[in-house]
């Protein structure tokens, strides 16, 4: 190999070596970043499945942690992979077994300071086995109801649901609603809260009776995982959130989300931007109090975030079981 030619050579291989790396350090800073987050509040919904959970990282350190996904989801290795030493507050919004079911591996992993429980009594092993832990560990435990409200530095936790009288017999309509607010930014929490039109009683239709304007949030998590019954224009308008993110396993048995819930959010596109751990993995939130910045681990075509829990099953199986290799995303929300 002649000199001018080894040279060219050397020269391409540099070349390609630098653009691999700032390609990896792109994709990286679009990374959902581990640990808390100096004077920001941080969310991640974490893809755990067919099943919710969101760990809550405050500015001040503390560390909330709503739902824990279904027995042998990954969420203590999530949390350890975000940076968690201890849980200052765990909030279990109902007692289905997606919502709970990790919940004993999570308080075996990590030091638990305080537990509240929607108290609503599920006659099953996994929600009396949870509470058992709760008991034995020495946990403080509550079951707050509408009104009542936690200060952890500049932030305010509220409860909106549920009241002190349950509309009917369903564990879903007991759901914990709690909405967190951080300087002019609200986050809304909403467990597996249901609208029933025919029933003409659930958790939505109470808090749109007792607070319709006190819904508003900047971020909603659509509630039962995109089902029809846990987002209605009803709910959309009053909540007029400008992210909603979804939380639910790609092709899962309950065909979440519904298509009724993506026509809408797909009508709303132009005010209301869309995440889904389904297609994209973890999902993270990181907020200043005056901006919502977010981020998650796989990127997907925009057209994708309105497809339907049946037609996610479809693509999947189309493609070996994968819901799409891209990685790394990052948009900014107002």
């Not at 067919?50 to 739902?67: C, H, K, R, Y």
């Not at 086995?129 to 509408?146: E, H, S, V, W």
């Not at 879903?172 to 039109?197: C, H, I, Q």
């Not at 009053?238 to 026509?263: E, F, K, L, Q, W």
Request: aromatic share 6%; charged share 25%; net charge neutral.
């Amino acid at each position: 190999m002649n000199k001018t030619l080894r040279s060219i050579l050397i020269i391409a291989l540099a070349a390609a070596a630098i653009v691999a790396i700032v390609r990896l350090t792109r994709v990286r800073d679009n990374q959902p970043q581990p640990g808390p987050v100096a004077g920001k509040l941080v969310v991640h919904f974490l893809d755990v499945g067919q099943g919710d959970s969101e760990l809550i990282q405050l500015p001040a350190g503390e560390t909330i942690l709503i739902d824990s996904g279904d027995r042998g989801a990954p969420t203590v290795e999530l949390l350890r992979k975000f940076g968690v030493k201890q849980i200052d507050l765990v909030i279990a919004t109902h007692p289905h077994s997606d919502h709970i079911g990790e919940m004993r591996d999570v308080m075996r992993a990590f030091k638990v300071l305080e537990f509240w429980d929607s108290g609503f009594n599920h006659p099953t092993r996994t929600y009396g086995d949870m509470l058992q832990d709760i008991k034995d560990r020495g946990i403080k435990f509550a079951t707050p109801k509408r009104g009542d409200l936690r200060k952890f530095g500049d932030v305010l936790v509220e409860v909106l649901n549920p009241s002190e009288e349950l509309p009917d017999e369903n564990p879903n309509n007991a759901s914990l609603v709690v909405r967190l607010t951080y300087g002019a930014k609200r986050f809304l929490f909403t467990g597996d809260a249901e609208y029933n039109v025919a029933a003409k009683s659930s958790a939505w239709e109470q808090m749109l009776e007792k607070d319709r304007e006190g819904l508003r949030a900047d971020l909603l998590k659509a509630a039962h995982h995109g089902s029809s019954n846990g987002m209605t224009e009803e709910i959309l308008d009053a909540v007029s959130p400008s992210i909603v993110t979804i939380s639910c396993a790609a092709g899962n048995d309950y065909h979440h989300p519904h298509p009724r819930v993506m026509r809408m959010l797909e009508q709303a596109a132009s005010k209301t931007s869309i995440y889904r751990t389904d297609l994209e993995g973890t999902i993270t939130s990181v907020c200043d109090g005056n901006t919502i910045s977010m981020s998650s681990d796989r990127q997907v075509a925009r057209d994708r975030l309105y497809l339907t829990g049946d037609e996610v099953a479809g693509t999947v199986a189309g493609v070996g079981g994968s819901a799409g290799s891209e990685r790394g995303r990052g948009r900014r929300a107002r």
